[in-house]
């Protein structure tokens, strides 16, 4: 069974950078990793996803400022984002897809706990 640790939310300025970090465990290191976010009173949504082969897949809205990566061997994951903006604000959650390649047309299989990320104006 994969549990998922995710870290680094925090409070940041617009135009600001942090860093998240999800620390998987119980689980093959081979699944595909992801982070989605929802925003108050809003629908979750994909954020980005990385493969094990290192294909990478990014929502339009932070293309150009977010990078995601991972560490194969354990398959920590990490989300470096850049040039913050407000409505980047939202609880972002960690997750794992089973499978070689993302697939946007099914959720997850696990999902971590969320870290708030707060972008004031």
């Known amino acids: 069974h994969v549990q998922l640790q995710a870290s680094g939310g925090g409070l940041v300025q617009t135009g600001g950078s942090l860093r998240l970090s999800c620390v998987p465990s119980?689980?093959?290191?081979?699944?595909?990793m992801a982070w989605f976010r929802q925003a108050p009173g809003m629908e979750r949504e994909f954020v980005a996803a990385i493969s094990f082969r290192g294909n990478r897949n990014y929502a339009d809205s932070v293309k150009g400022r977010f990078t995601i990566s991972r560490i194969n061997a354990d398959s920590t994951t990490y989300l470096q984002m850049n040039a913050l903006k407000p409505e980047d604000t939202a609880v972002y959650y960690c997750a794992a897809q089973r499978g070689w390649a993302y697939n946007g047309d099914r959720l997850p299989d696990y999902w971590g706990q969320g870290t708030q990320v707060t972008v004031s104006s």
């Open positions: 119980g689980g093959y290191n081979t699944y595909v």
